[in-house]
């Protein structure tokens, strides 16, 4: 009862009661893996890295089979900047379940963040496979076609994201950038136009065609 009501405060963002809760659960109980996954996403909320990584740590040592635990251990390593551990992380958590969108998602930006273009292609499209009208995974996976100069890709991929929210400048900024490197420099002005109605700021550079 302590941990169901830590979670209901937490998702009431009572982060103060929900810690006390947790806390409780966890004295009554220190066994018990999902007690410290829930305080853990408590921390994680508040910025506190260090107290989230570690009861995750305390998590995954009691259950070894939470995929919740470990990707976001995954994602708090990738806040610290150890990348190669959150990948890990990330991947195992994947292995356990094979379907949740926030996991793809967080390992396909940690692969840009090391230039594993290709990976973070994968991980976007698999995203979009389960959110397709997500149009903030269609952006991140256009971006991820043009890092590997897939720039004709990205444009196809970009309509889509403007064709679900089309009051998004930076869509329209970033279809842009691809229309202008495959020299239509009519086509990325109206878009630049667009993406500056839509409150972007754009260098004036970005009207000049590429010679």
Known sequence: SWGGRGVYYRLEKKYSKALQDLNQAIQLNPNEAMFYSNRGNIYFDLGQDDNALNDYNNCIRLDSTDETAFANRGAIYGRKGRLSDAISDLSYSISLNPKEVNTYMNRGIIFNQLNQRVQAKSDFKKCVEFEPNNHAIWNALAVAHQHLGEFDSSI???????????????YFFNRGISYRLIGDQGSANAD????????????????QAIN
Not at 156 to 170: D, M, P
Not at 192 to 207: E, H, M, T
């Open 156 to 170: 196809v991929v970009l309509n889509k994201a403007i064709e679900i929210e089309q009051n998004e400048g930076v």
């Open 192 to 207: 630049f136009d667009q993406a500056k109605n839509l409150g972007v700021q754009v260098d004036p550079g970005y009207y």
